[in-house]
């Protein structure tokens, strides 16, 4: 890994369109300002390995056809959102498949 | 064509239901092309999208506006240009969803949903900048049996 040392409004460019400068520092805290194509996506790591762990959960998970059919959901059902819950409907089959 | 699926064993499906997914799905970056399965299925809120490269590759997927009515997608043009989309009507939204052992703890990923521009069958996964929608959007009721 390349590392360089930066101060507070300098930056650094990654090929000749994206370019990352410092803004501000405080304590462990690093603002930094990052200019790129649009297309190109930034994302706080934590949010796309967050993305990518889900992904993988939901591919692993055994659930056949048979078990998907049965379970019944409302609009907006759910506790632990942050939206009021509502009843949602689930036939006593699915643990059974 | 011939189609080797984790659920529904060999079918035939037409090459004209294949999705192309130029990025793949973070996690699964590899693969590449996608088909729907058991959309057509009234009453079923779920399908399937299934990898067809990788025949073991199959996520459960749902209609996020049926879930949430207060749902809506968040991107750029800019970072959905990898699907060409030209005509916001013409864009499925999918929401990947996740069933864990415990079914009650079920969860829809709303923050980074499945778009398939229709009218080219290219598809990606969008994650939301914003933190409206959550990773896991529960859709069962805590501790119903």
């Keep these: 890994m390349l590392v360089l040392s930066r101060k507070k409004g300098q930056s650094i460019m990654i090929g000749n369109d994206i370019e990352i400068s410092i803004v501000e520092i405080q304590g ?26 889900e992904n993988r959960k939901a591919a692993a998970a ?26 949602c409907e689930k036939t006593n089959e699915d643990k059974k498949n | 064509m011939q189609l080797n699926t984790k659920h529904f064993g060999v079918i035939e499906i037409d090459e004209k239901e294949i999705l192309y997914f130029p990025a793949g799905i973070p996690g699964f970056e590899n693969v590449k092309k996608f088909t729907l399965l058991g959309r057509q299925e009234n009453d079923v809120p779920f399908f399937w999208l299934q990898g067809v490269d990788d025949p073991d590759l199959a996520f459960v997927v749902t209609d996020p506006f049926a879930i949430n009515d207060n749902y809506y997608v ?36 709303l923050k980074a949903p499945i778009l398939i521009n229709m009218d080219n069958n290219k598809g990606m996964q969008v994650i939301m900048k914003n933190e409206t929608f959550p990773v896991k959007y529960y859709i069962m009721e805590k501790g119903n049996p």
Excluded: C, F, W
Excluded at chain 1, 35 to 43: I, Q
């Design chain 2, 74 to 109: 968040d991107a750029d043009d800019d970072e959905i240009k990898i699907i060409e989309a030209k005509d916001p009507e013409r864009i499925l939204t999918l929401a990947i969803v996740t069933v864990p052992n415990d079914i009650t703890k079920m969860s829809v990923n």
């Design chain 1, 62 to 87: 055994h659930v056949s056809p048979d078990m998907i059919k049965q379970i019944k959901i409302r609009k907006d059902a759910g506790s632990g959102n942050t939206e009021s819950s509502q009843n």
């Design chain 1, 28 to 53: 462990e805290q690093v603002r930094l300002g990052i200019s790129a194509p649009r297309e190109v996506s930034v994302h706080r790591k934590e949010v796309y390995e967050e993305i990518i762990a």
